[in-house]
């Protein structure tokens, strides 16, 4: 059976590292290498990860320099057929990997396989489901960053395509995982268990929920400097932020979101009277946004 390499890259994460590092190493997928790197944490994280003993287990501790780099002093300890990257505050379902390689190793064509994620508050409560299928129209949007199907942690990808591809961006703070997916999708199809194979947490601290605004400048960096490249040319940040103005629209589109952002983070964190509040400036500001978001939700299971 083939080796799964799992990378955690950790940075402050004591209130869930041990759960994330349980779900790997429980896996009904038994030959598996997990390695947590450790971004610079300042609290118990390195401690509580150290302690569990378990061969399967390398924590690699170093300065704080980032979430990609982090990934990618893991792709480089890697040593596996497919790798997968889990966010220190999400966790896994035992089956996960045993079903996305299963699939990677029934298809040649597949690069990358994804899944459908149960949103979860930090105190464990559903929110709700994340992911989709992808299809021929959803493969090229990803291509193109015009999507990001599921989170990265639902993500079993090949790991010589990843290591091929220069792993994640060092340059950029924000929208990584949509960059890598994007590129990955160029040369390889992708695809997505259509079940729930473990939790993305939703909560204040978490860096979905930190940088809205950046993490939205960094998605039209990307998008534009792809658009450059396919007419022959290439695009720095530096150049982009000289000639990047939001028009109003853009940025009205951007506060609606960011309001409606807030009244989620205050419902994971049971804050109703801020849910009211942010949720109605959203509806207000933005009403078709707004709707069609709920009825999203409330499609894929919203409790």
């Known amino acids: 059976m083939s080796l799964v390499s799992v990378v ?3 940075f402050n994460a004591e209130a869930f590292i041990a759960q994330a590092i349980s779900s790997v190493l429980s896996q009904i997928h038994e030959p598996v290498e997990l390695i947590v790197v450790d971004d610079g944490s300042t609290d118990q994280t390195v401690p509580i990860a150290d302690s569990i003993d378990d061969p399967r287990l390398t924590l690699v501790s170093g300065p704080n320099r980032g979430v990609s780099r982090a990934r990618n002093i893991g792709l480089e300890r890697a040593k596996g057929e497919a790798i997968g990257f889990l966010d220190a505050d999400d966790y896994w379902l035992p089956k996960k990997l045993a079903v996305q390689l299963d699939a990677l ?8 396989i994804g899944s459908l994620m149960r949103y979860e508050s930090a105190e464990g409560r559903n929110l709700g489901t994340a992911g989709q299928p992808v299809e021929r129209k959803e493969q090229d949007l990803i291509a193109r960053a015009r999507l990001m199907p599921f989170p990265l942690s639902s993500i079993l990808f090949r790991t010589n395509v990843v ?13 990584q995982d949509l960059e890598l997916l994007s590129r990955v999708a160029s040369v390889g199809d992708i695809r997505c268990v259509p079940e729930v194979m473990g939790a993305y947490r939703i909560h204040g601290n978490s860096i979905s929920a930190r940088d809205t ?3 939205r400048t960094a998605t039209r960096f990307i998008r534009a400097r792809l658009d450059e490249r396919e007419r022959g040319g290439d695009l720095s940040r530096e150049d982009f932020a000289r000639y ?3 028009g109003w629209r853009q ?4 506060r609606v979101q960011a309001w409606y952002r807030l009244a989620g983070l205050r419902a994971a964190e049971e804050r109703w009277l801020g849910v009211i509040a942010y949720g109605s400036i959203a509806l207000l500001a933005g009403p078709r946004y707004t709707v069609r978001r709920l009825l ?5 299971g919203r409790s």
Request: glycine fraction near 10%; avoid cysteine.
């Open 8 to 10: 955690i890259p950790a």
């Open 105 to 112: 190793e029934d298809d040649p064509q597949l690069v990358a």
């Open 163 to 175: 290591v091929a591809l220069a792993g994640f961006d060092e340059e950029l703070r924000q929208a």
């Open 213 to 215: 605004g950046l993490q």
């Open 244 to 246: 990047y103005r939001p």
């Open 251 to 254: 940025s009205h589109g951007d």
């Open 296 to 300: 999203r939700q409330r499609g894929r």
